[in-house]
């Protein structure tokens, strides 16, 4: 690997780990979650991990209107294959459907699988219905 691409590299990783302590910046403690919501989103990380063959990724709430004002409704991008960002509004149902949707993108983040534009997210869906 050449030297350029190398450091293009590093600095992605800068980039995406920025973004990634400003999102957590805004984080939803858990307890401020409905619990519904919260057992809701467990047993889909349960669930996800199990059936992916990863490690269950950290779970992080964050609050709805920062959702709403970046364009996101439910989630943002999957910027890495540890965490899952959630919405805290979302009903039991919905926080289901997008933790399944997530983590299946956090496994393809870790296996490169499935990357191409429009097939990722025909794949996350996929799983998430199934799920």
């Not at 450091?7 to 307890?31: K, Q």
């Not at 047993?43 to 920062?66: F, K, T």
Request: proline share 6%; with cysteine; aromatic share 4%.
């Amino acid at each position: 690997m050449s030297l350029d691409l190398t450091m293009a590299a590093a600095r992605r990783r800068a980039e995406v780990d920025a973004l990634v302590l400003d999102l957590e910046a805004e984080a939803v403690p858990a307890s401020k979650v409905p619990i519904a919501a919260r057992l809701a989103a467990e047993h889909a990380l349960e669930v996800a991990a199990r059936e992916l063959g990863i490690p269950q990724p950290r779970l992080v709430w964050l609050p709805a209107d920062l959702m709403a004002g970046a364009g996101c409704d439910d989630s943002t991008p999957s910027l890495r294959s540890d965490v899952v960002y959630v919405s805290s509004g979302l009903s039991p149902e919905r926080v289901r459907h997008v933790v399944l949707h997530e983590a299946r993108h956090c496994w393809q983040n870790a296996t490169s699988r499935f990357m191409e534009p429009g097939v990722c997210e025909r794949d996350a869906e996929a799983f998430a219905h199934r799920g």
